[in-house]
């Protein structure tokens, strides 16, 4: 592992690098946009001697005398600083052509909501006449249903009867304010049909675009800071150039370094002197040993052999020199074994 990790390293310096040569060629190829093909051939060739001479300085540090190395320093310097003006001028542009039409959309809403305050504004003109209308109707009806004439004649009598000039009147204006009410009903459909379509349109297009989809988080961001959108994106911007393209030639040199170490060749060391540890005695008292007594074999016992037991003379009448020989040996043999 420690030997592929330098080349694991490389490899990210190299993708952080391509990634702002990309971003960089093509963001100044939009700020000098009447040359583009030139400019992207410009940054590309410098993007490439960039990393070069980060790793030259890396290399040939000691070697290089001090007016070159200070030369060198400054060109990585400036040339660090026009990848980053290019990704700033990517971004940036990424960022207005989702801005314009942002704005679009801002203002088709802002139309939109301008058309429904004159649709509520009718709306409401039309509630209050068709009220004060069907009021009227109200009245005419009460004033039909009593259409009477009451008086006294001569005679003292009261008299009550219904004026047909009366009715007529009532009976024309009644038709008239039954037809101007059907006619404002009509018309607060229409215009409360309108109001609602409009706040569907208004509300299709804050949820449902792509636009809103992009721009939301950078909307919710300025206002929860309050500041405004385009203040919130500067600053985001400003955070990846400063740690995108100085990134790239960090790992770069510590790649370099990094395989420095792997490929010097390894001098073998001797191993450390083993140093004898001291035996610290220990402070409890020496217990006096006793030792066993020796161990006594018992002699053998001597088993005395029986004496031989000797064969009295048969019973008989025996010469007296034989008997005598016999008397002889027997005293002989007892005196040997005691």
């Given at each position: 592992m420690n030997r592929i990790f330098p080349y694991v390293v490389l490899g990210a310096a190299f993708v952080l690098a391509g990634s702002a040569a990309y971003y960089s060629v093509f963001g100044l190829s939009k700020l000098f946009s009447s040359q583009a093909l030139a400019i992207i051939i410009l940054a590309g060739s410098l993007e490439a001697s960039k990393l070069i001479t980060a790793s030259y300085l890396h290399r040939y540090w000691a070697q290089i005398t001090w007016?070159?190395?200070?030369?060198?320093?400054?060109?990585?310097?400036?040339?660090?600083?026009?990848?980053?003006?290019?990704?700033?001028?990517?971004?940036?542009?990424?960022?207005?052509?989702?801005?314009?039409?942002?704005?679009?959309?801002?203002?088709?809403?802002?139309?939109?909501?301008?058309?429904?305050?004159?649709?509520?504004?009718?709306?409401?003109?039309?509630?209050?006449?068709?009220?004060?209308?069907?009021?009227n109707v109200n009245k005419l009806t009460a004033a039909l249903s009593n259409n009477v004439i009451q008086y006294t004649d001569r005679k003292g009598n009261q008299v009550i009867k219904t004026s047909s000039e009366n009715r007529k009147a009532y009976e024309t204006q009644l038709a008239s304010a039954n037809l101007r009410v059907d006619e404002l009903g009509k018309k607060q459909t229409a215009l409360s049909d309108s109001v609602t379509r409009i706040d569907m349109q208004i509300l299709d297009m804050q949820t449902n675009s792509d636009v809103a989809a992009e721009i939301g988080p950078l909307k919710y961001?300025?206002?929860?800071?309050?500041?405004?959108?385009?203040?919130?994106?500067?600053?985001?911007?400003?955070?990846?150039?400063?740690?995108?393209?100085?990134l790239a030639i960090v790992l770069l040199?510590?790649?370099?370094?990094?395989?420095?170490?792997?490929?010097?060749?390894?001098?073998?060391?001797?191993?450390?002197?083993?140093?004898?540890?001291?035996?610290?005695?220990?402070?409890?008292?020496?217990?006096?040993?006793?030792?066993?007594?020796?161990?006594?074999?018992?002699e053998p016992e001597v088993i005395?052999?029986?004496?031989?037991?000797?064969?009295?003379?048969?019973?008989?009448?025996?010469?007296?020199?034989?008997?005598?020989?016999?008397?002889?040996?027997?005293?002989?043999?007892s005196k040997k074994y005691k």
């Amino acid at each position: 592992m420690n030997r592929i990790f330098p080349y694991v390293v490389l490899g990210a310096a190299f993708v952080l690098a391509g990634s702002a040569a990309y971003y960089s060629v093509f963001g100044l190829s939009k700020l000098f946009s009447s040359q583009a093909l030139a400019i992207i051939i410009l940054a590309g060739s410098l993007e490439a001697s960039k990393l070069i001479t980060a790793s030259y300085l890396h290399r040939y540090w000691a070697q290089i005398t001090w007016s070159i190395r200070t030369y060198l320093m400054i060109a990585v310097f400036i040339l660090m600083c026009i990848t980053s003006l290019g990704i700033y001028g990517f971004l940036v542009s990424a960022y207005q052509d989702t801005a314009y039409r942002f704005e679009n959309q801002e203002t088709i809403i802002k139309n939109l909501e301008s058309k429904k305050s004159r649709f509520d504004t009718q709306l409401q003109q039309v509630t209050t006449e068709k009220d004060a209308v069907t009021d009227n109707v109200n009245k005419l009806t009460a004033a039909l249903s009593n259409n009477v004439i009451q008086y006294t004649d001569r005679k003292g009598n009261q008299v009550i009867k219904t004026s047909s000039e009366n009715r007529k009147a009532y009976e024309t204006q009644l038709a008239s304010a039954n037809l101007r009410v059907d006619e404002l009903g009509k018309k607060q459909t229409a215009l409360s049909d309108s109001v609602t379509r409009i706040d569907m349109q208004i509300l299709d297009m804050q949820t449902n675009s792509d636009v809103a989809a992009e721009i939301g988080p950078l909307k919710y961001i300025a206002e929860i800071t309050g500041s405004t959108m385009d203040r919130v994106v500067n600053w985001l911007i400003i955070l990846l150039i400063i740690v995108f393209d100085p990134l790239a030639i960090v790992l770069l040199i510590s790649a370099n370094k990094a395989l420095g170490f792997t490929n010097s060749p390894t001098v073998p060391t001797e191993p450390d002197p083993i140093i004898p540890t001291p035996i610290i005695k220990s402070e409890i008292p020496e217990t006096e040993i006793i030792e066993p007594d020796p161990i006594v074999e018992p002699e053998p016992e001597v088993i005395p052999e029986p004496e031989p037991v000797l064969e009295e003379p048969p019973k008989q009448t025996l010469n007296p020199e034989i008997l005598s020989y016999w008397n002889k040996i027997r005293n002989e043999r007892s005196k040997k074994y005691k």
